[in-house]
């Protein structure tokens, strides 16, 4: 996938709109979290050290598109980039508005080195609705408009398609995160390395049936964990206890399972489960293996399943991940998600495999196993990764230039 990158752009005395992922979590109007504000510094350092004038924008939480909500304000992101910007930089914030006077009016008064950073774009009602006229006033503010918020590629919203497209006489590129991504998920699936594996795991077969079926006549195995897995069982004629079954799904995986014998790619159910009767801490828990009994469920993969998946895993050349294989969150029942992240990472540096990781619970078992340093690629975005897995085009990929 060709796009234009921010590194092909020329930036001197450029008003540079660039489109930002900063819907990081807040407590109490403190950020919790500022890993997307930092992934998004090579790209606003880039259109800086060109000498334009980076304009971002981004939005924050679901306000109610009615005007400015408090608890939604861009200002704590504004202070907390100051921060990772340093003295260097001044980063000028506009108050309650991501568009009209308010916005020129601190555009033009930026000083080289500077950078703007409008107000949630969903305190406008059109931000969702890719309303034209609020796309028209916010791509009046720029010379060039950058891409950078693969987490929100797959909207069809005014900031990620409108404003690129009333820009057509200006260059619309994407940025450096967002360029990572296609390389990841668009290119380097498109001619993975073989052998190639995909682990689909989480709650619902609904959620991943369309990436199962364009996965399926790629790859050489998909390994299906989670609760999703338990809805295959059953399709299987498999027990499986008080495990969470998607019952008007079965007929499907049925479907499935016969669609992955008919592509020679192996789909593997897990060997064994950890199962308990309730979650929570210290319950009692046993390895169930040919199905589940009445009474327990299943809530992770069991051990022969780990290191059966852990041994494939390490003979592959490209694997792709999105969703846990177990309730993750709690403890025992990490273990299996924890331990193919731990597999993941051993076959990118011993084995030099292409390893990529989308989904954000998936993204929180990588980050809770300590190895998210240690796999090729952890995307950013959650529905984006899926839709790409899924074949799908993104809307705001389209309206960006190609080389």
Known sequence: MATRSVKDLECRGKRVLIRVDFNVPLDGGDIVDDRRLKAALPTIETVLRGGGLPILMSHLGRPGGTGPELPYSMRPVAERLQKLLGAAHQVRFVEGACSGEAAATATSAANPGDVILLDNLRFESGEKKNDPVLSASIAALGDAYVDDAFGTAHRAHASMVGVPEAMQDRPRVAGLLLEKEIHYLADVLANPQQPFIAILGGAKVSDKLAAIRNLLPKVDAVMVGGAMAYTFMAARGDGTGSSLVECDMVDMASELLSQAVDASTTLLLPLDHTCAESIGDNVATRTCELGIPPGWMGLDIGPETLADWTTRILQARTVVWNGPVGVFEQRPFDTGTVGLAKAL???????????????????????????????????????????????????????????
């Open 345 to 403: 990472a051993r076959a990118t540096h011993s084995h030099r495999a292409v390893t990529v990781v989308g989904g954000g619970e998936t993204a929180a078992a990588i980050e809770r196993a300590g190895v998210a340093d240690r796999i090729s690629h952890v995307s950013t975005g959650g529905g984006a990764s899926l839709r790409m897995l899924e074949g799908a085009e993104l809307p705001a990929l389209a309206s960006l230039e190609t080389q």
